[in-house]
Protein backbone atom coordinates (compact mmCIF):
# COMPACT_ATOMS: atom_id res chain seq x y z
CA UNK A 1 0.00 0.00 0.00
CA UNK A 2 2.99 2.62 0.78
CA UNK A 3 4.82 1.86 -1.78
CA UNK A 4 1.84 2.51 -4.38
CA UNK A 5 1.41 5.68 -2.72
CA UNK A 6 5.03 6.41 -3.20
CA UNK A 7 5.04 5.34 -6.68
CA UNK A 8 2.02 7.30 -7.42
CA UNK A 9 4.05 10.74 -5.64
CA UNK A 10 6.97 9.62 -7.93
CA UNK A 11 5.05 9.50 -10.89
CA UNK A 12 3.53 12.92 -10.95
CA UNK A 13 7.16 14.28 -9.53
CA UNK A 14 8.09 13.16 -13.40
CA UNK A 15 5.45 14.20 -14.96
CA UNK A 16 5.91 17.64 -13.59
CA UNK A 17 9.60 17.23 -14.53
CA UNK A 18 8.47 16.57 -18.13
CA UNK A 19 6.16 19.04 -18.40
CA UNK A 20 8.20 22.20 -16.92
CA UNK A 21 11.33 20.79 -19.00
CA UNK A 22 8.30 20.95 -22.24
CA UNK A 23 7.39 24.60 -20.91
CA UNK A 24 10.54 25.50 -20.12
CA UNK A 25 11.70 24.75 -23.93
CA UNK A 26 8.68 26.00 -24.98
CA UNK A 27 9.37 29.68 -23.56
CA UNK A 28 13.43 29.85 -24.71
CA UNK A 29 12.16 28.44 -28.33
CA UNK A 30 13.33 31.80 -29.59
CA UNK A 31 17.10 31.46 -27.90
CA UNK A 32 20.16 29.89 -28.78
CA UNK A 33 19.38 26.07 -29.23
CA UNK A 34 22.56 25.53 -26.64
CA UNK A 35 19.38 26.44 -24.19
CA UNK A 36 17.32 24.18 -24.89
CA UNK A 37 20.26 21.55 -25.03
CA UNK A 38 21.51 22.32 -21.17
CA UNK A 39 17.76 22.53 -19.99
CA UNK A 40 16.99 19.05 -21.65
CA UNK A 41 20.15 17.27 -20.19
CA UNK A 42 19.27 18.62 -16.83
CA UNK A 43 15.18 17.36 -16.80
CA UNK A 44 16.60 13.79 -18.62
CA UNK A 45 19.53 13.23 -15.85
CA UNK A 46 16.59 14.21 -12.55
CA UNK A 47 13.90 11.63 -14.61
CA UNK A 48 17.07 9.43 -14.95
CA UNK A 49 18.00 9.64 -11.27
CA UNK A 50 14.15 9.52 -9.98
CA UNK A 51 13.32 6.46 -11.90
CA UNK A 52 16.77 4.58 -10.72
CA UNK A 53 15.88 5.56 -7.14
CA UNK A 54 12.43 4.06 -7.30
CA UNK A 55 13.60 1.01 -9.38
CA UNK A 56 16.05 0.30 -6.18
CA UNK A 57 13.53 1.26 -3.50
CA UNK A 58 11.11 -0.75 -5.22
CA UNK A 59 13.66 -3.85 -4.73
CA UNK A 60 14.84 -3.15 -1.38
CA UNK A 61 11.40 -3.17 -0.61
CA UNK A 62 10.10 -6.22 -1.84
CA UNK A 63 13.34 -7.56 -0.35
CA UNK A 64 15.58 -8.06 -3.53
CA UNK A 65 19.38 -8.46 -3.34
CA UNK A 66 20.95 -4.94 -3.43
CA UNK A 67 24.04 -4.09 -2.52
CA UNK A 68 24.96 -2.18 0.70
CA UNK A 69 26.68 0.90 -1.34
CA UNK A 70 23.31 1.06 -3.92
CA UNK A 71 21.22 1.06 -0.71
CA UNK A 72 23.60 4.11 0.86
CA UNK A 73 23.29 6.25 -2.34
CA UNK A 74 19.68 5.66 -3.04
CA UNK A 75 18.58 6.61 0.58
CA UNK A 76 20.79 9.63 -0.13
CA UNK A 77 18.74 10.22 -3.45
CA UNK A 78 15.74 9.83 -1.22
CA UNK A 79 16.77 11.87 1.43
CA UNK A 80 17.33 15.11 -1.65
CA UNK A 81 13.82 14.10 -2.78
CA UNK A 82 12.13 13.67 0.63
CA UNK A 83 10.64 17.67 0.88
CA UNK A 84 9.78 17.36 -2.59
CA UNK A 85 8.25 14.33 -2.35
CA UNK A 86 6.09 14.87 1.21
CA UNK A 87 4.99 18.48 -0.40
CA UNK A 88 3.37 16.25 -3.65
CA UNK A 89 2.00 13.21 -1.36
CA UNK A 90 0.45 16.08 0.60
CA UNK A 91 -0.98 18.39 -1.92
CA UNK A 92 -2.77 15.24 -3.79
CA UNK A 93 -3.65 13.65 -0.13
CA UNK A 94 -1.40 11.25 0.50
CA UNK A 95 -0.89 10.98 3.91
CA UNK A 96 2.51 11.99 5.02
CA UNK A 97 3.45 9.02 7.04
CA UNK A 98 3.26 6.28 4.10
CA UNK A 99 6.20 8.61 2.69
CA UNK A 100 8.05 8.88 5.77
CA UNK A 101 7.35 4.99 6.68
CA UNK A 102 9.33 4.51 3.08
CA UNK A 103 12.19 6.73 4.29
CA UNK A 104 12.43 4.84 7.71
CA UNK A 105 12.46 1.23 6.15
CA UNK A 106 15.21 2.30 3.83
CA UNK A 107 17.30 3.53 5.97
CA UNK A 108 16.52 0.16 8.33
CA UNK A 109 17.31 -2.12 5.46
CA UNK A 110 20.49 0.06 4.40
CA UNK A 111 21.48 -0.38 8.78
CA UNK A 112 20.68 -4.21 8.16
CA UNK A 113 22.88 -4.57 5.16
CA UNK A 114 25.87 -3.30 7.05
CA UNK A 115 27.74 -5.66 9.58
CA UNK A 116 28.39 -4.36 13.40
CA UNK A 117 30.44 -5.91 16.71
CA UNK A 118 29.23 -3.04 19.37
CA UNK A 119 29.49 -3.68 23.32
CA UNK A 120 26.11 -3.03 24.51
CA UNK A 121 27.03 -0.38 26.64
CA UNK A 122 27.58 1.91 23.02
CA UNK A 123 23.61 1.57 22.07
CA UNK A 124 21.49 3.94 23.35
CA UNK A 125 17.83 2.86 22.73
CA UNK A 126 14.98 5.90 22.97
CA UNK A 127 12.03 5.54 23.63
CA UNK A 128 9.08 8.43 22.87
CA UNK A 129 7.42 9.92 26.56
CA UNK A 130 4.03 8.54 25.61
CA UNK A 131 4.97 4.31 25.73
CA UNK A 132 4.65 5.14 29.42
CA UNK A 133 1.22 4.59 30.76
CA UNK A 134 -0.95 8.07 30.81
CA UNK A 135 -1.80 7.86 34.35
CA UNK A 136 1.42 6.88 35.66
CA UNK A 137 3.03 9.46 37.47
CA UNK A 138 6.37 7.94 38.51
CA UNK A 139 9.40 10.35 36.59
CA UNK A 140 10.91 7.17 33.93
CA UNK A 141 12.44 10.59 32.31
CA UNK A 142 15.05 11.13 34.35
CA UNK A 143 16.00 7.29 35.24
CA UNK A 144 13.96 4.73 33.76
CA UNK A 145 14.94 2.48 36.73
CA UNK A 146 11.97 4.31 38.50
CA UNK A 147 9.40 1.61 36.94
CA UNK A 148 7.95 0.07 39.01
CA UNK A 149 7.27 -2.80 36.15
CA UNK A 150 3.36 -3.14 37.46
CA UNK A 151 3.34 -4.02 33.48
CA UNK A 152 0.71 -1.85 32.79
CA UNK A 153 3.28 -0.03 29.71
CA UNK A 154 6.26 -1.15 27.96
CA UNK A 155 8.30 0.41 29.93
CA UNK A 156 8.55 -2.39 32.52
CA UNK A 157 9.78 -4.46 29.48
CA UNK A 158 12.56 -1.71 29.00
CA UNK A 159 13.78 -1.85 32.94
CA UNK A 160 13.93 -5.98 31.83
CA UNK A 161 15.90 -5.20 28.83
CA UNK A 162 18.16 -2.92 30.01
CA UNK A 163 19.72 -5.63 32.99
CA UNK A 164 19.51 -8.22 30.42
CA UNK A 165 21.84 -6.09 27.78
CA UNK A 166 23.00 -3.32 29.66
CA UNK A 167 22.40 -0.94 27.14
CA UNK A 168 21.53 2.44 27.55
CA UNK A 169 17.84 3.19 27.54
CA UNK A 170 16.05 6.76 27.65
CA UNK A 171 12.76 8.12 27.61
CA UNK A 172 12.66 11.25 25.97
CA UNK A 173 10.14 13.92 25.78
CA UNK A 174 10.86 15.66 22.63
CA UNK A 175 13.73 15.85 19.96
CA UNK A 176 15.51 18.41 22.02
CA UNK A 177 15.65 16.06 24.80
CA UNK A 178 16.82 12.93 22.44
CA UNK A 179 19.66 15.41 20.93
CA UNK A 180 21.03 16.38 24.70
CA UNK A 181 20.99 12.85 25.67
CA UNK A 182 22.84 11.79 22.32
CA UNK A 183 25.41 14.35 22.63
CA UNK A 184 25.64 13.64 26.59
CA UNK A 185 26.26 9.58 25.91
CA UNK A 186 28.04 9.82 22.59
CA UNK A 187 26.51 6.19 21.85
CA UNK A 188 28.08 4.31 18.71
CA UNK A 189 24.58 3.20 17.69
CA UNK A 190 20.82 4.08 18.27
CA UNK A 191 17.63 2.23 18.39
CA UNK A 192 14.57 4.41 18.15
CA UNK A 193 11.36 4.10 18.78
CA UNK A 194 8.81 6.49 17.53
CA UNK A 195 6.06 7.51 15.54
CA UNK A 196 6.83 7.95 11.25
CA UNK A 197 7.07 11.96 11.77
CA UNK A 198 9.51 11.66 14.54
CA UNK A 199 11.87 8.86 12.84
CA UNK A 200 11.78 10.44 9.70
CA UNK A 201 13.52 13.78 11.61
CA UNK A 202 15.95 12.19 13.85
CA UNK A 203 16.83 9.71 11.16
CA UNK A 204 17.58 12.70 9.25
CA UNK A 205 19.20 14.80 11.85
CA UNK A 206 21.76 11.99 13.33
CA UNK A 207 24.27 11.66 10.49
CA UNK A 208 27.52 9.90 11.61
CA UNK A 209 25.58 7.45 13.80
CA UNK A 210 23.60 4.05 12.81
CA UNK A 211 19.96 4.77 14.16
CA UNK A 212 17.80 1.95 13.39
CA UNK A 213 13.72 3.06 13.61
CA UNK A 214 11.60 1.15 15.52
CA UNK A 215 7.68 2.43 14.79
CA UNK A 216 5.75 2.50 17.98
CA UNK A 217 2.14 1.03 17.45
CA UNK A 218 -1.05 3.83 18.58
CA UNK A 219 -4.17 2.08 19.43
CA UNK A 220 -5.33 5.05 21.11
CA UNK A 221 -4.29 7.63 18.36
CA UNK A 222 -1.02 9.77 18.74
CA UNK A 223 0.91 10.06 21.78
CA UNK A 224 -1.19 8.43 24.48
CA UNK A 225 -0.17 5.09 25.69
CA UNK A 226 1.52 3.88 22.57
CA UNK A 227 3.06 0.93 22.90
CA UNK A 228 6.55 -1.11 21.53
CA UNK A 229 7.71 -4.78 20.03
CA UNK A 230 10.18 -5.43 22.66
CA UNK A 231 11.24 -8.49 20.76
CA UNK A 232 12.23 -5.89 17.78
CA UNK A 233 14.19 -3.87 19.90
CA UNK A 234 16.14 -7.02 21.04
CA UNK A 235 16.82 -7.99 17.97
CA UNK A 236 18.38 -5.13 16.76
CA UNK A 237 20.81 -4.90 20.37
CA UNK A 238 21.51 -8.04 19.05
CA UNK A 239 21.74 -7.06 15.71
CA UNK A 240 24.21 -4.07 16.37
CA UNK A 241 26.25 -6.46 18.85
CA UNK A 242 27.04 -9.15 16.22
CA UNK A 243 25.25 -12.12 18.87
CA UNK A 244 22.49 -14.06 18.17
S1 LIG B 1 5.30 -0.22 33.84
FE1 LIG B 1 6.39 1.38 34.99
S2 LIG B 1 6.08 3.24 33.82
FE2 LIG B 1 4.56 1.76 33.09
S3 LIG B 1 2.76 2.20 34.33
FE3 LIG B 1 3.87 0.59 35.39
S4 LIG B 1 5.20 1.67 36.83
FE4 LIG B 1 4.46 3.19 35.36
Not at 155 to 166: A, P, R, S
Not at 195 to 221: A, H, M, Y
Given at each position: ??????????????G??????????????????????????????????????????????????????????????????????????????????????????????Y?????????????????????????????????????????????????????????????????????????D????????????????????????????????????????????????????????????
Amino acid sequence: MNMKKYLATIGILVGILLLGGIFINFLISSFSSMFEVVINIIVVSLVSIILFSTFITSRILHNKKVSSSLMSINLKIVGILFPIIISIASTVGIPKNYIRNIYVKLNNKYIYSNKYNLRCEDILVLIPHCVQKNSCKLKVTTNIDNCKTCGLCNIGDLVGLKETFNVNIFVATGGTLARKIILDNRPKAIIAVACERDLTSGVQDVKKIPVLGVFNKRPNGPCVDTSIDILEIENAIKFFTNTK
